[in-house]
């Protein structure tokens, strides 16, 4: 901390240093500058980005399709939902598509009551991100994953695990 200093002075003390003087906030007034290595510097800056970029996950869109038209068994759409659930509990959103053909399209409704029935069953770890709305013969959604409610799926989901080792004991 050397205080306000003129420009010629603080590259003179720079290179008597054998250092760089390096301008840290220009926007400032004075400006502020550092005596520091910029060599150094730069590979620090570097190695700090590598690190946050490391730490950040990125969310993908994963997308569940619900057959090729509204004609699938309840028990089909039952794994698309469990499919769904686990690229939650991944964390990453969901995109759910149904598609109509034909005479389908004369039965909207039934569509909208399926998907309202699928964010019903994924309401533990999820939360509606766009509402289900057609788009000609597709009628989409998208669910996002909720980290409250799916930090107390997994923890009661691991109660239940522990209980049912504690029962063959008990017997």
Do not use: W
């Not at 590259?11 to 008597?16: G, K, N, T, V, W």
């Not at 970029?53 to 038209?69: H, Q």
């Not at 028990?75 to 389908?104: M, P, S, T, Y």
Request: charged share 35%; hydrophobic share 35%; aromatic share 4%.
């Amino acid at each position: 901390m050397l205080g306000v200093v003129d420009k010629m002075e603080g590259i003179r003390l720079a290179q008597d240093a054998g250092l760089d003087l390096v301008e840290v906030s220009p926007n400032s007034d004075p400006p502020v500058c550092r005596i520091l290595d910029f060599g150094k510097y730069r590979y620090e800056q570097s190695k700090k980005e590598r690190a946050n970029r490391a730490k950040t996950k990125t969310v993908e869109t994963k997308e569940v399709r619900l057959g090729r038209s509204m004609k699938i068994d309840p028990h089909d759409v039952q794994i698309r939902i469990n499919q769904a659930r686990r690229f939650l509990l991944d964390g990453h959103k969901v995109l759910i598509v149904q598609n109509f053909r034909g005479r389908e399209m004369m039965h909207k409704e039934r569509g909208i009551i399926r998907m309202q029935e699928i964010i019903a069953q994924l309401d533990d770890v999820s939360k509606v991100e766009t509402p289900p709305k057609f788009a000609g013969r597709r009628q989409t959604m998208v669910l996002g994953p909720d980290q409250t409610k799916i930090k107390s799926f997994l923890a009661s989901r691991a109660a239940m695990e522990v209980q049912k080792q504690e029962e063959p004991e008990a017997n």
